[in-house]
């Protein structure tokens, strides 16, 4: 999870450095990018040792193929991106590619929000999860180590279609006029 968060980051860093290109002089711009390129590196190479780990676990390269097979993948990937940016492109071949290996990061690991996950009497075992919830992966990942979607209850703050106000503007309206005619009326 460190490896996509990292990633996503990096993506948006240089899809900045591509918002600024045409500001920098070629040298600016190149110095600038290049940190992304080693950051690319190292990330990658993380990667690596990921797979590595994965792969010398009992059974590891049988139970964790489709795994084992998306995280190559998007190793391949992150060695094009190196490649980009040490030229130094941030536009969008770069940008799609940083995007294929978040996507690829995150087929690898499907999140279920009601499955306890991988613990208990059978550790590793919880990978069966159907639900593919990419923008919901990172919730809670930011700042704030115990970031939560909460619900709210929102009071009316527009009206319904047609000409009738809501019922609390009424009730203001209602208590204007009435001041109003009061008022008029003496």
Same mark, same amino acid.
């Given at each position: 999870?460190?490896?996509?968060?990292?990633?996503?980051?990096?993506?948006?860093?240089?899809?900045?450095?591509?918002?600024?290109?045409?500001?920098?002089?070629?040298?600016?711009y190149t110095n600038r990018v290049l940190p992304l390129a080693q950051t690319?590196?190292?990330?990658?190479?993380?990667?690596?040792?990921?797979? $590595?780990?994965?792969?010398?676990?009992?059974?590891?390269?049988?139970?964790?193929?489709?795994?084992?097979?998306?995280?190559?993948?998007?190793?391949?990937?992150?060695?094009?991106?190196?490649?980009?940016?040490? #030229?130094?492109?941030?536009?969008?071949?770069?940008?799609?590619?940083?995007?294929?290996?978040?996507?690829?990061?995150?087929?690898?690991?499907?999140?279920?929000?009601?499955?306890?996950?991988?613990?208990?009497?059978?550790?590793?075992?919880?990978?069966?999860?159907?639900?593919? #919830?990419? $923008?919901?992966?990172?919730?809670?990942?930011?700042?704030?180590?115990?970031?939560?979607?909460?619900?709210?209850?929102?009071?009316?703050?527009?009206?319904?279609?047609?000409?009738?106000?809501?019922?609390?503007?009424?009730?203001?309206?209602?208590?204007?006029?009435?001041?109003?005619?009061?008022?008029?009326?003496?």
């Open positions: 999870m460190k490896i996509l968060e990292q990633e996503i980051s990096l993506r948006d860093e240089t899809r900045a450095e591509e918002q600024t290109r045409d500001a920098l002089t070629a040298e600016t690319q590196v190292e990330l990658s190479t993380r990667l690596s040792q990921v797979l $590595a780990s994965i792969q010398g676990l009992p059974d590891g390269i049988t139970l964790f193929a489709k795994e084992l097979a998306l995280l190559t993948r998007a190793e391949a990937v992150m060695k094009e991106v190196t490649t980009l940016l040490i #030229q130094p492109e941030t536009g969008a071949p770069t940008l799609a590619a940083e995007t294929e290996v978040i996507e690829l990061l995150l087929q690898s690991k499907r999140v279920n929000p009601k499955s306890g996950g991988g613990s208990g009497s059978k550790p590793g075992r919880g990978r069966n999860g159907t639900t593919e #919830q990419s $923008a919901l992966a990172l919730l809670g990942t930011g700042a704030e180590k115990n970031a939560a979607a909460v619900e709210r209850d929102v009071n009316q703050a527009t009206g319904s279609t047609g000409t009738e106000l809501p019922a609390e503007f009424r009730s203001g309206l209602d208590a204007y006029f009435g001041a109003l005619e009061e008022g008029q009326s003496d």
